[in-house]
């Protein structure tokens, strides 16, 4: 040996360790490790029993990326998961930076563990000299991110207790029935469990390291700097008292990892795999169901667990049971009972159990949601909400689940064509007194104008629909509509439930736009804008869709028309522009100075009509355009401006409710008009 080796900055492995006690170590590893991959091979076949969405790819390497797909892949695993994307855009009292420091630090440790067992365990040794030296002081360091997050996560809990939340439990296992509108923070035994095993090895570790310092000092000992700091109070050690630290610590490492499938923090390994294999959809989009999978199943939509994607049944294992959907549910905050992180543990409980999810999840909270996907845009790993609960929706509808005045309006839509059972023939109402051109025609056009049923049904919708087509005229754009032969998008009966109906107006439209040849359409309306720009696609379309907010924009930015002041105007964000098509730029560009509410763009407050909600009655202390309203009054405009007819219809009958100030409610294109009139 060359004795200069002794001088290399490193750490001896196994130090002080005889053959017999590393043969147990590795055989208490083995069956630690085996009884966890015991327990995870156990919920897979759980998520086998679900619908293939790759049913050519199966076993383990159903759950791999494919040569077609490892690029989204990736790309969801850098800006999900390690860039924690969704965590950190979350709302202040989620305990965002709690949660960064406990992930950030776990990670760390686990590449410092990483990078120890590769040069354990490979003929490559880098583990020393400068590269040790900075590997100590590296993971010294960050191993107090997760310290910090830990202590900080259960004086969060303590304060909650503190305040009289309860904290026992029947099982140890089992998540609480806690009043969550008072206490968000989860108290389940499980959940202190971990924490508090993670706390300890944290600590532990540390210790750890002061005893091996202690034990076996060498002059490179100060770059480990919390260990060396604990070690100088510690004095010297016997070899014996550190195998009696380290032997503790590796028992509780791998008791962690035997009890961290039952534990809710697996969700920082299953949430890596959920996220990076998340479907490839905008979030707008449903799954068009197939009239021959009707046929093979005998069924409409979601009956029971196995019958959503695989995909979808790793989401629920994946969830964090972190409250943010819940947080942010309009439904939840007016006092339903709709509960989207309850929802989730019920629909993964149903799953285990084989039952069906209706009655498990109760139909009042089913169709109380209003599919604003705050929920799904609140979620730290992707679980796609509204796609769980419409696909359960879907087959209520068709089991005669549904009555009263939504029933009324599916009736309406399928006979008529228009979801407020407007005649064909009066959608060309709107058009009196202005030279509208229409497709039947025969002339040329670059834009068909989709009206929509409330654009040409609703009174003030239909302001905003003259509004668009005069800016069009006087900014030169060549545009048609399709008046009578327009028909719903169907986008209410989907979302209600009625899936076929909405095929079958599909169906139907894109038929007509092919007969037109139709390129671009431009529409008022966020839903239809929805529908026709992310579901169409699957029948047949290949058009251009825009919302009005963004053709007009571009008008104004190109000098073709001139923006309107806005002293003193607040935007509403319609949930289906700015959250689930993520367009809050363009109404902004539209009328430039505007006021936001507290909760704006991406994370707008919904007004309550989406999801067929518009149909369905409800108390009007449990509106949750009544909770936007006071949002919006707060504000202090005297003028709310918006860009959907839903939430037009909504507010218009809210604002009156929450405060005595008239209040102007316009459309954007309504206040570009009078700016282009004067």
């Given amino acids: 040996m060359n004795p200069n080796e002794s001088l290399v900055p490193t750490r001896e492995e196994f130090l002080y360790f005889s053959l017999p006690e590393k043969l147990l170590f590795y055989v208490l590893t083995f069956l630690a490790l085996g009884y966890a991959a015991q327990q995870v091979w156990a919920r897979v076949k759980l998520w086998q029993t679900g619908r293939p969405t790759a049913p050519l790819r199966e076993g383990w390497k159903y759950w791999l990326p494919t040569r077609e797909s490892a690029s989204q892949w990736w790309q969801n695993l850098l800006v999900y998961v390690l860039a924690q994307k969704k965590v950190r855009s979350s709302r202040k009292k989620s305990g965002a930076p709690m949660h960064l420091l406990i992930f950030y630090g776990f990670v760390s440790l686990f ?8 040069n354990t365990y490979s003929p490559i040794k880098f583990h020393q000299g400068n590269y040790y030296l900075l590997y100590e002081a590296t993971f010294d360091t960050l191993g107090l991110l997760l310290l910090v997050g830990l202590v900080w996560a259960i004086g969060r809990r303590l304060i909650a207790v503190k305040q009289g939340a309860p904290v026992a439990a029947a099982t140890l296992f089992e998540n609480q029935k806690i009043d969550q509108r008072r206490y968000p923070v989860s108290h389940a035994p499980a959940d202190w469990l971990a924490l508090g095993m993670l706390l300890v090895l944290t600590l532990n570790g540390y210790w750890l390291e002061a005893a091996r310092i202690s034990a076996n000092p060498k002059p490179w000992d100060s770059w480990s700097w919390v260990g060396h700091a604990i070690a100088r109070s510690m004095g010297t050690i016997s070899p014996e008292a550190y195998k009696a630290i380290w032997w503790f610590h590796i028992l509780l490492v791998l008791v962690f990892f035997a009890v961290l499938p039952k534990l809710r923090i697996r969700h920082i390994v299953l949430a890596i795999f959920a996220t990076a294999g998340k479907p490839n959809l905008p979030m707008g989009k449903l799954r068009t169901i197939p009239m021959e999978e009707v046929e093979q199943t005998e069924q409409v939509g979601v009956k029971t667990a196995k019958d959503y ?35 989730v543990q019920d629909a993964r409980a149903a799953m285990e159990s084989g039952e ?22 609140a979620c730290p790993v992707l679980i796609r909400h509204v796609d769980l609960i419409v696909d359960v929706r879907r087959n209520l509808v068709s089991e005669g689940a549904l009555s009263g005045p939504a029933a009324t309006m599916l009736r309406q839509t399928a006979s008529t064509g228009n979801a407020w059972g407007a005649p064909a023939n009066e959608r060309e109402k709107w058009m009196a007194g202005l030279e509208v051109p229409l497709c039947r025609d025969g002339g040329s056009f670059e834009y068909l104008f989709w009206v929509g049923c ?15 087509a005069e800016l069009l005229t006087k900014a030169g754009i060549s545009f048609a509509c399709l008046g009578r032969e327009e028909a719903c998008t169907g986008d209410p009966a989907r979302r209600t439930g009625e899936e076929f109906l909405f095929q079958e107006k599909a169906e139907q439209n894109v038929g007509v736009f092919q007969k037109y040849s139709v390129k671009k359409v431009v529409t008022a309306c966020p839903h239809c804008f929805n529908s026709l720009k992310n579901e169409y696609g699957d029948f047949g379309a290949t058009m251009e ?9 571009d008008l104004v930015d190109a000098g073709r028309l001139k923006t309107a002041e806005s002293p003193n105007v607040v935007f509403h964000d319609p949930c289906y522009l700015g959250r689930v098509n993520d367009e809050a730029g363009a109404p902004r560009r539209t009328i430039p100075g505007m006021k936001n509410p507290p909760n704006h763009s991406a994370k707008t407050r919904c007004c309550g009509a989406g999801g067929g909600r518009m149909w369905m009655e409800e108390p009007p202390n449990e509106r949750p355009s009544n909770a936007r309203a006071e949002e919006l009054v707060a504000t202090g405009a005297d003028t709310v401006a ?20 008239p209040m102007r409610l316009v459309d954007l294109a309504e206040l570009l008009q009078e700016a282009n009139q004067k």
């Fill in 111 to 118: 590449i410092a563990t990483t990078l120890l067992g590769i």
């Fill in 309 to 343: 994607s695989r995909w979808h049944l790793m989401s629920l294992d994946a969830c964090m049971e972190c409250g943010r959907c819940t947080e942010v549910c309009p439904a939840w905050n007016v006092g339903k009972v709709l509960n989207p992180k309850q929802l």
């Fill in 545 to 553: 869709v825009f919302h009005h907010t963004q053709l007009l924009g």
């Fill in 454 to 468: 409330a654009g040409a049904t609703d009174p003030a919708a239909m302001k905003t629909t003259r509004a668009v």
């Fill in 642 to 661: 918006m860009g959907c007819p839903f939430c037009r219809i909504m507010l218009d009958a809210a604002i009156p409710q929450v405060t005595e100030k």
């Fill in 356 to 377: 069906d999810l209706a009655p498990k999840l109760t139909e009042e909270a089913l169709w109380q949601c209003t599919t604003c996907h705050a929920c799904v845009e």
